[in-house]
């Protein structure tokens, strides 16, 4: 994470299995709510389109554009206490933000409604666009949001539109369906009537009364909707979860929870909770942000499930239940998928720019028993040349899990145990996670009751809630001040035995709490500025990982980029447990998953402490080399990995994507969960079945795409039906790239630095490819200053060139590398070239025939221009002769 003032709202798309936490039963269907036994969402669900008794509409003559730009209204009904406040604003190029709130006065309730804080970057309101006066007419108004799109107000009932301004073709709706219902505060308790909820022995005594939003969104030319992520779900798309035709099932949870051993191919939430839908057709790409940390059901409608609406031909309709907040939303317009994601990312922030290590294999186990096990580890990938460069240590490695503190007995010389790992370029990770145990004589603990810093309970105390430790408080991370003290925890001096190669990790974020509802924090706790714990819940772990965050950062001082994970979702850093966090899987599925797994932005390997050890060279000779295949082959892709996450950084787009974002207009690739793309140039395709002898697998795009393996050609916008090998999984280089690799194993990425580089260039039909180069010192924030290197590698007229891409004057640092390029491997080029000639210099070196991958042991060789030793820094050309 970035220092401040920047923040990253987390977000995880297109990954169908989140890295589990530890867990010490299986799934209890019992132990969690469902949305009969969740009464908002029962209400919410029950109602019918444009049943309401009390629709909203557009007070007359309230629209009115603001000194800021925006423009508010009233939305009023009779039997509403007090009206509710609109306002609308866009963002550049094509967003438009819809907020509303109830009409504050001296006789509102004391209790105003939530709105997230630390999400948003802190300039939106300053890049707010100024939008023009509305024009009126027929109890409609029409206001130009950009060259392109425009807003349509109907009065009456209320109801938002998003449409091409040329066209009049809808792209978003707000409210068609006359589902949006706004439960107002109440000033006290109505006779008769309960607010408590019970569920199982739990009392929820709500005492603000009901306060939840409902909301139906429409999104016009979609043949999927996508997103919502953190299930268990095994389609990429969105099923629908009721209408016609559908066997009604839950909606979508966003809940943050614990799951043990949750349920395969179910809605039901996991660990992180993103309001982020993209809905995306051969029509029309969109997108749905809605910035509220309250549970969230949302509904998937099948088409004809409103039968007063116009046929539902590429719509896909939607329903939006949260228990309480404001509506702070945002829809974005697109023509292609990326221009949405970009324009959410300009919301929230991009995700930081990780260092390198992160980006390469990590060991982890539910746990390392003491340093001669972690020795013990360390010494087998040597022995076995498998590379990795983090060993992490969960829970027992503490003291009576007491976070920030060592057990002595096995791990009696903390920082010496670290610096032997260190000495080949290594790291360590520690967990630390919120509930920090009730201990008089624990400093934490004390420290945080005397301060007043825990989280309260509905009547004020220090809540008190069981995990790990046993009885177990919980940091209030909303405070700004509370997550400052938490930094501070993680300096030297603070966390005795830590060095500067020791990490963290936050697990338990959800909060998890064993013996609290649905194994989670009770929704009256209370925290700083008396918000209940039900309206921030699901960024309760994002709080708490910002605090941890800015702790290593502040460690560091202000030098080093951090490196915390944590089990809510990431954009960036995700991926399965490699081998799945409970039971022991075959040893060949385990193969599969590792193949698999070295495609992930993430790459760990993780297990639960009754699981058999799972160390790659446990498995058999051959299955040992079939592993340390895959992770030598996701080592040579270091550099392009690290390119791609600096491309994250800048716009946003995530490193591991579904087909349909890198081709948006075949429909072929809307709904494959099977394939993913790597950044733009790679495609995988993992095999999920034990024994399998064949796979389908579709290739997008008219352009050829080559093996990895041994760069045999595939025709593109066809699907082939491969043998399936145990030396790898099917995974392509795109025609048209130049992926960028280091071909030289050592134990750490950190002792490749100054290894050479490999290019490998996958032409097109037209003998056309280019590809990126990005590297800095992989651990600072000096990039910000310009300390970097970003190449551009174009192919084309049979000559290779290399050009700068890194602006002039970015900053006072620099960045310099004595590395070259020592192979140039060409896949699609005619036969016949003999050599190629180099400049600056006219040097002239020999085409010769070699193998596509130094570890593949194939038979196949393909042009390859051999030690042309130009410096990856400079601009240079090669010419095929």
């Not at 469902?34 to 919410?44: E, G, S, V």
């Not at 009779?78 to 509303?100: E, M, Y």
């Not at 300039?123 to 060259?147: C, M, N, Q, Y």
């Not at 550099?639 to 994250?648: D, K």
């Amino acid at each position: 994470m970035d220092p401040p003032p920047r923040r990253l709202a987390a977000l995880l798309l297109f990954l169908l299995l989140a890295a589990a936490s530890p867990a010490a039963r299986a799934w209890k269907k019992d132990e969690f709510r469902n949305c009969n036994q969740t009464p908002f969402c029962k209400r919410a669900r029950t109602r019918a389109p444009h049943s309401l008794d009390a629709p909203l509409s557009l007070a007359a003559g309230s629209l009115s554009v603001g000194p800021d730009g925006s423009i508010s209204a009233e939305l009023s009904h009779p039997s509403r206490p007090r009206p509710l406040v609109l306002r609308l604003s866009a963002l550049p190029p094509d967003a438009l933000r819809v907020q509303i709130d109830e009409h504050y006065s001296v006789s509102t309730p004391p209790h105003r409604r939530f709105y997230v804080p630390d999400v948003l970057l802190p300039d939106i309101e300053a890049r707010t666009l100024h939008l023009p006066e509305p024009k009126t007419a027929a109890g409609v108004s029409t206001v130009a949001l950009s060259s392109d799109l425009e807003v349509v107000v109907k009065h009456d009932p209320f109801e938002l539109t998003v449409r091409r301004a040329r066209s009049g073709d809808s792209v978003l709706s707000f409210n068609s369906h006359g589902l949006f219902d706004f439960e107002p505060l109440q000033e006290s308790k109505p006779e008769g009537e309960t607010w408590e909820e019970q569920f199982r022995s739990h009392t929820d005594t709500r005492p603000r009364g009901p306060q939840s939003i409902t909301l139906d969104v429409s999104f016009h030319g979609a043949d999927f909707v996508y997103g919502l992520p953190e299930h268990g779900s095994t389609s990429l798309a969105l099923r629908p979860t009721r209408g016609p035709g559908v066997e009604e099932s839950e909606p979508y949870r966003l809940f943050n929870l614990d799951v043990f051993e949750y349920l395969h191919d179910s809605p039901f939430g996991l660990y992180g909770s993103i309001p982020f839908m993209i809905g995306h057709g051969a029509r029309a790409t969109s997108g749905f942000f809605w910035l509220n940390a309250a549970e969230m059901q949302i509904d998937v409608l099948a088409p004809g499930w409103d039968a007063a609406a116009a046929p539902a031909n590429e719509r896909i309709d939607t329903l939006w239940m949260a228990e309480a907040g404001v509506v702070d939303a945002f829809f974005f317009v697109g023509s292609e998928p990326k221009d949405v994601i970009k324009q959410y990312v300009s919301v929230t922030g991009t995700p930081s720019m990780p260092q390198q290590f992160a980006v390469a294999y990590h060991q982890c186990r539910w746990n390392y028993r003491d340093e001669a096990d972690v020795d013990g580890v360390d010494a087998g990938f040597d022995e076995h040349d498998i590379p990795y460069d983090v060993l992490w240590l969960d829970i027992e490695h503490t003291d009576g899990k007491r976070y920030f503190t060592w057990d002595h007995s096995a791990f009696p010389n903390p920082e010496a145990m670290q610096r032997k790992i260190a000495d080949k370029g290594r790291k360590m990770v520690t967990i630390v996670d919120p509930h920090i145990k009730r201990d008089s004589s624990f400093h934490l603990h004390q420290e945080a009751t005397e301060k007043g810093y825990y989280v309260k309970d509905a009547t004020g105390n220090d809540y008190d809630g069981w995990c790990w430790p046993g009885a177990s408080s919980y940091p209030d991370m909303l405070n700004p001040e509370i997550r400052e003290w938490w930094a501070d925890k993680f300096s030297y001096e603070n966390y005795k035995g830590s060095t500067p190669t020791l990490y963290i990790w936050n697990d338990m974020n959800e909060p998890s709490v064993f013996n609290g509802p649905e194994v989670t924090m009770p929704r009256d706790a209370l925290h700083y500025g008396d918000v209940e714990h039900r309206e921030l819940h699901n960024a309760y772990g994002y709080y708490f990982h910002m605090a941890t965050a800015d702790g290593l950062v502040k460690r560091g001082e202000g030098k080093d980029r951090p490196f915390v994970y944590q089990e809510l979702s990431l954009l960036e850093v995700n991926g399965a447990d490699v081998g799945g966090f409970f039971g022991n899987p075959e040893p060949d599925l385990l193969v599969r998953w590792y193949q698999v797994g070295a495609f992930y932005p993430f790459f760990r390997g993780h297990a639960h402490h009754d699981t058999k050890r799972r160390e790659p060279w446990l498995f058999g000779e051959r299955r040992t080399a079939l592993i340390r295949e895959a992770i030598h082959m996701r080592y040579s892709l270091l550099p392009y990995y690290y390119t791609l996450f600096r491309e994250a950084s800048v716009n946003g787009i995530p490193v591991m994507r579904p087909l349909w974002l890198e081709f948006p207009d075949e429909k072929e690739t809307y709904n494959n969960g099977e394939a993913f793309m790597v950044g733009s140039s790679l495609l995988a395709q993992g095999i999920y079945e034990e024994g399998q002898k064949y796979v389908l697998v579709y290739l997008p795009g008219k352009e050829s795409w080559y093996d990895l393996r041994n760069g045999s050609p595939y025709k593109g916008s066809a699907s082939h039906k491969l043998q399936v090998l145990e030396e790898s999984i099917p995974s392509f280089q795109r025609g048209s790239t130049i992926v960028p690799r280091k071909d030289r194993f050592r134990r750490s990425s950190t002792q490749m630095v100054n290894d050479p580089y490999t290019l490998v260039i996958a032409l097109n039909s037209s003998k056309v490819a280019e590809g990126e180069l990005y590297m800095d010192d992989g651990k600072s924030y000096d990039y910000q200053q310009g300390a970097f290197i970003h190449r551009r590698f174009v192919f084309a007229d049979n000559k290779l060139t290399s050009f700068n891409m890194a602006p002039d004057n970015l900053g006072n640092k620099k960045f310099t590398t004595e590395c070259v390029v020592e192979r140039i491997i060409i896949l699609g080029l005619s036969s016949g070239a003999k050599k190629a000639i180099i400049e600056p210099g006219n040097r002239e070196v020999e085409i010769e025939s070699g193998p596509v991958s130094l570890r593949s042991g194939s038979s196949s060789v393909v042009p390859t221009i051999r030690r042309p030793n130009v410096r990856i820094t400079d601009d240079w050309t090669i010419k095929i002769a």
